[in-house]
Protein backbone atom coordinates (compact mmCIF):
# COMPACT_ATOMS: atom_id res chain seq x y z
CA UNK A 1 0.00 0.00 0.00
CA UNK A 2 1.09 3.37 -0.78
CA UNK A 3 0.09 6.57 1.54
CA UNK A 4 -1.31 9.35 -0.38
CA UNK A 5 -1.32 13.06 0.43
CA UNK A 6 -2.71 16.13 -1.62
CA UNK A 7 -1.83 19.70 -1.22
CA UNK A 8 -1.81 23.44 -3.26
CA UNK A 9 -5.97 23.63 -3.61
CA UNK A 10 -7.73 27.17 -2.39
CA UNK A 11 -9.79 29.41 -3.51
CA UNK A 12 -8.33 31.55 -6.39
CA UNK A 13 -9.65 33.73 -9.50
CA UNK A 14 -11.20 32.50 -12.76
CA UNK A 15 -8.45 32.70 -14.90
CA UNK A 16 -5.52 31.78 -12.67
CA UNK A 17 -3.73 28.51 -12.45
CA UNK A 18 -2.56 26.52 -9.73
CA UNK A 19 -0.41 23.54 -9.11
CA UNK A 20 -1.58 20.44 -6.91
CA UNK A 21 0.87 18.21 -5.94
CA UNK A 22 0.45 14.49 -4.18
CA UNK A 23 3.29 12.88 -2.29
CA UNK A 24 3.09 9.22 -1.92
CA UNK A 25 4.58 7.52 1.41
CA UNK A 26 5.08 3.90 1.79
CA UNK A 27 5.81 1.55 -1.54
CA UNK A 28 7.86 3.84 -3.81
CA UNK A 29 6.23 5.68 -6.21
CA UNK A 30 7.39 4.23 -9.15
CA UNK A 31 6.19 1.26 -8.76
CA UNK A 32 2.74 3.31 -9.32
CA UNK A 33 0.68 4.67 -12.24
CA UNK A 34 -0.98 7.74 -11.30
CA UNK A 35 -4.24 9.40 -11.25
CA UNK A 36 -6.15 13.01 -10.23
CA UNK A 37 -9.97 12.51 -9.76
CA UNK A 38 -11.78 15.46 -9.13
CA UNK A 39 -15.60 15.71 -7.71
CA UNK A 40 -17.82 18.87 -7.68
CA UNK A 41 -20.66 18.84 -5.42
CA UNK A 42 -23.40 16.84 -5.99
CA UNK A 43 -21.48 15.01 -8.64
CA UNK A 44 -20.02 11.79 -9.17
CA UNK A 45 -15.96 11.79 -8.83
CA UNK A 46 -14.67 12.10 -12.45
CA UNK A 47 -11.38 11.28 -14.01
CA UNK A 48 -8.97 13.97 -14.91
CA UNK A 49 -5.68 13.04 -15.82
CA UNK A 50 -2.97 9.54 -15.92
CA UNK A 51 0.43 9.07 -15.75
CA UNK A 52 2.22 6.22 -16.55
CA UNK A 53 4.88 4.78 -14.07
CA UNK A 54 8.03 6.19 -16.37
CA UNK A 55 6.10 9.53 -16.71
CA UNK A 56 6.22 8.73 -20.46
CA UNK A 57 2.28 8.83 -20.74
CA UNK A 58 0.07 11.28 -20.37
CA UNK A 59 -3.73 11.30 -20.96
CA UNK A 60 -6.77 13.69 -20.46
CA UNK A 61 -10.05 13.59 -20.06
CA UNK A 62 -11.80 16.04 -23.04
CA UNK A 63 -13.24 18.51 -20.59
CA UNK A 64 -9.20 19.51 -19.85
CA UNK A 65 -7.12 18.88 -22.37
CA UNK A 66 -5.36 21.82 -23.20
CA UNK A 67 -5.55 23.11 -19.49
CA UNK A 68 -3.93 20.88 -17.19
CA UNK A 69 -0.41 19.11 -17.48
CA UNK A 70 0.07 16.08 -15.09
CA UNK A 71 3.88 15.46 -14.37
CA UNK A 72 5.61 13.47 -11.87
CA UNK A 73 8.98 12.97 -10.02
CA UNK A 74 9.72 9.75 -8.88
CA UNK A 75 12.32 10.95 -6.99
CA UNK A 76 10.70 12.84 -4.94
CA UNK A 77 7.73 10.37 -4.50
CA UNK A 78 5.32 12.82 -6.26
CA UNK A 79 2.52 13.54 -9.23
CA UNK A 80 1.46 17.38 -9.95
CA UNK A 81 -1.08 18.47 -11.68
CA UNK A 82 -0.86 21.86 -13.03
CA UNK A 83 -4.13 23.81 -13.84
CA UNK A 84 -4.08 27.12 -15.94
CA UNK A 85 -6.97 29.63 -17.20
CA UNK A 86 -8.98 28.00 -14.49
CA UNK A 87 -12.84 28.67 -14.87
CA UNK A 88 -15.46 28.00 -11.82
CA UNK A 89 -16.31 24.72 -13.83
CA UNK A 90 -12.97 23.56 -12.27
CA UNK A 91 -14.34 24.19 -8.81
CA UNK A 92 -14.24 20.11 -7.18
CA UNK A 93 -12.22 18.56 -4.32
CA UNK A 94 -8.80 17.07 -6.61
CA UNK A 95 -7.92 13.31 -5.56
CA UNK A 96 -4.72 11.98 -5.68
CA UNK A 97 -4.84 8.44 -7.21
CA UNK A 98 -2.02 5.27 -7.00
CA UNK A 99 -2.10 1.64 -8.97
CA UNK A 100 0.13 -1.14 -8.23
CA UNK A 101 1.77 -2.03 -11.93
CA UNK A 102 4.44 -4.18 -13.26
CA UNK A 103 3.93 -1.69 -16.97
CA UNK A 104 5.65 1.22 -16.91
CA UNK A 105 3.96 2.81 -19.81
CA UNK A 106 0.22 1.93 -19.11
CA UNK A 107 -1.90 4.82 -18.27
CA UNK A 108 -5.15 3.97 -16.41
CA UNK A 109 -8.27 5.61 -16.47
CA UNK A 110 -11.19 4.35 -14.84
CA UNK A 111 -11.94 5.15 -11.07
CA UNK A 112 -12.45 1.37 -10.09
CA UNK A 113 -8.88 0.61 -10.96
CA UNK A 114 -7.16 3.21 -8.54
CA UNK A 115 -6.61 1.18 -5.03
CA UNK A 116 -4.96 3.77 -3.04
CA UNK A 117 -6.79 7.54 -2.57
CA UNK A 118 -5.69 10.47 -0.92
CA UNK A 119 -7.90 12.59 1.21
CA UNK A 120 -8.53 15.17 -1.25
CA UNK A 121 -7.74 18.96 -1.71
CA UNK A 122 -10.29 21.60 -2.44
CA UNK A 123 -9.63 23.94 -5.49
CA UNK A 124 -12.89 27.02 -5.19
CA UNK A 125 -12.82 28.90 -8.68
CA UNK A 126 -14.88 32.44 -7.78
CA UNK A 127 -15.92 33.99 -10.93
Known amino acids: QVQLTESGGGLVQAGDSLTLSCVAS????????MGWFRQAPGKEREYVAA????????DYAESVKGRFTISRDNAANSVHLQINSLIPEDTAVYYC????????????????????WGQGTQVTVSS
Open 97 to 116: AAVYTYSSISVFTRRRLYDN
Open 26 to 33: GRTNSQYA
Open 51 to 58: ISRSGGRT
